[in-house]
Protein backbone atom coordinates (compact mmCIF):
# COMPACT_ATOMS: atom_id res chain seq x y z
CA UNK A 1 0.00 0.00 0.00
CA UNK A 2 0.97 3.44 -0.50
CA UNK A 3 1.75 6.17 1.70
CA UNK A 4 -1.69 8.03 0.84
CA UNK A 5 -3.93 5.18 0.82
CA UNK A 6 -2.92 4.10 4.73
CA UNK A 7 -3.07 8.06 5.38
CA UNK A 8 -6.50 7.77 3.68
CA UNK A 9 -7.33 4.55 5.60
CA UNK A 10 -6.46 6.29 8.98
CA UNK A 11 -8.69 9.21 8.40
CA UNK A 12 -11.54 7.00 7.80
CA UNK A 13 -11.07 5.37 10.72
CA UNK A 14 -10.41 8.19 13.26
CA UNK A 15 -13.51 10.07 11.15
CA UNK A 16 -15.24 6.63 12.32
CA UNK A 17 -14.66 6.58 15.60
CA UNK A 18 -15.36 10.17 15.94
CA UNK A 19 -19.07 10.09 14.01
CA UNK A 20 -20.00 7.11 16.04
CA UNK A 21 -18.99 8.09 19.64
CA UNK A 22 -20.54 11.64 18.65
CA UNK A 23 -23.84 9.71 17.57
CA UNK A 24 -23.26 7.11 20.81
CA UNK A 25 -23.00 10.63 23.40
CA UNK A 26 -26.30 12.42 21.78
CA UNK A 27 -29.40 12.26 24.12
CA UNK A 28 -31.56 9.80 22.45
CA UNK A 29 -34.81 11.94 21.95
CA UNK A 30 -32.10 14.68 20.66
CA UNK A 31 -31.44 13.14 17.91
CA UNK A 32 -33.09 14.32 14.65
CA UNK A 33 -34.28 12.78 11.49
CA UNK A 34 -33.50 9.08 11.99
CA UNK A 35 -33.68 7.26 15.40
CA UNK A 36 -30.01 7.21 17.73
CA UNK A 37 -29.50 3.11 16.64
CA UNK A 38 -29.69 3.78 12.81
CA UNK A 39 -26.98 6.70 12.99
CA UNK A 40 -24.84 4.63 14.68
CA UNK A 41 -25.28 1.88 12.30
CA UNK A 42 -25.20 4.13 9.47
CA UNK A 43 -21.93 5.48 10.90
CA UNK A 44 -20.47 2.29 11.28
CA UNK A 45 -21.17 0.72 7.87
CA UNK A 46 -20.82 3.93 5.65
CA UNK A 47 -17.92 5.49 7.25
CA UNK A 48 -17.25 8.75 5.66
CA UNK A 49 -20.65 9.42 4.25
CA UNK A 50 -22.34 8.34 7.46
CA UNK A 51 -20.58 10.01 9.34
CA UNK A 52 -20.75 12.93 7.20
CA UNK A 53 -24.53 13.02 7.28
CA UNK A 54 -24.88 12.77 10.97
CA UNK A 55 -23.10 15.78 11.72
CA UNK A 56 -24.96 17.81 9.12
CA UNK A 57 -28.33 15.85 9.46
CA UNK A 58 -28.98 13.95 12.74
CA UNK A 59 -27.31 15.41 15.55
CA UNK A 60 -28.77 17.64 17.81
CA UNK A 61 -28.96 21.28 17.83
CA UNK A 62 -27.70 23.87 20.16
CA UNK A 63 -28.92 23.01 23.45
CA UNK A 64 -32.41 25.18 24.80
CA UNK A 65 -30.92 27.41 27.63
CA UNK A 66 -34.45 27.83 29.63
CA UNK A 67 -34.98 23.89 29.47
CA UNK A 68 -35.53 21.62 32.78
CA UNK A 69 -31.76 20.10 32.59
CA UNK A 70 -30.64 24.10 31.40
CA UNK A 71 -29.29 26.46 33.86
CA UNK A 72 -30.84 29.05 31.92
CA UNK A 73 -28.97 32.49 29.94
CA UNK A 74 -25.98 33.93 31.92
CA UNK A 75 -26.79 37.91 32.02
CA UNK A 76 -23.88 39.65 32.80
CA UNK A 77 -24.05 41.31 36.33
CA UNK A 78 -24.83 45.01 34.38
CA UNK A 79 -27.63 43.39 32.91
CA UNK A 80 -29.34 41.75 35.60
CA UNK A 81 -31.84 43.56 37.76
CA UNK A 82 -31.73 41.14 40.61
CA UNK A 83 -28.11 42.36 40.99
CA UNK A 84 -28.64 45.53 40.21
CA UNK A 85 -31.48 45.84 43.30
CA UNK A 86 -29.73 43.42 45.78
CA UNK A 87 -26.51 45.72 45.49
CA UNK A 88 -28.26 49.13 45.31
CA UNK A 89 -29.93 47.47 48.93
CA UNK A 90 -26.28 46.38 49.99
CA UNK A 91 -24.90 49.92 49.40
CA UNK A 92 -27.78 51.97 51.14
CA UNK A 93 -27.70 49.23 54.32
CA UNK A 94 -23.78 50.43 54.48
CA UNK A 95 -24.61 53.73 54.38
CA UNK A 96 -27.28 54.10 56.66
CA UNK A 97 -24.61 51.94 59.24
CA UNK A 98 -21.49 54.52 58.48
CA UNK A 99 -23.88 57.71 58.95
CA UNK A 100 -23.54 59.38 61.89
CA UNK A 101 -26.83 60.64 62.89
Known sequence: ???????TLAFLV????FTTVFAISAEKNEVRALPKWAWIILCVAVPFFGG????MVGRP????????KGKGKTIAPDDDPNFL??????????NDDNDPK
Open 85 to 94: RDINRFLKKR
Open 14 to 17: IWMV
Open 52 to 55: LLYL
Open 61 to 68: LGKDTGGP
Open 1 to 7: MTRLALI
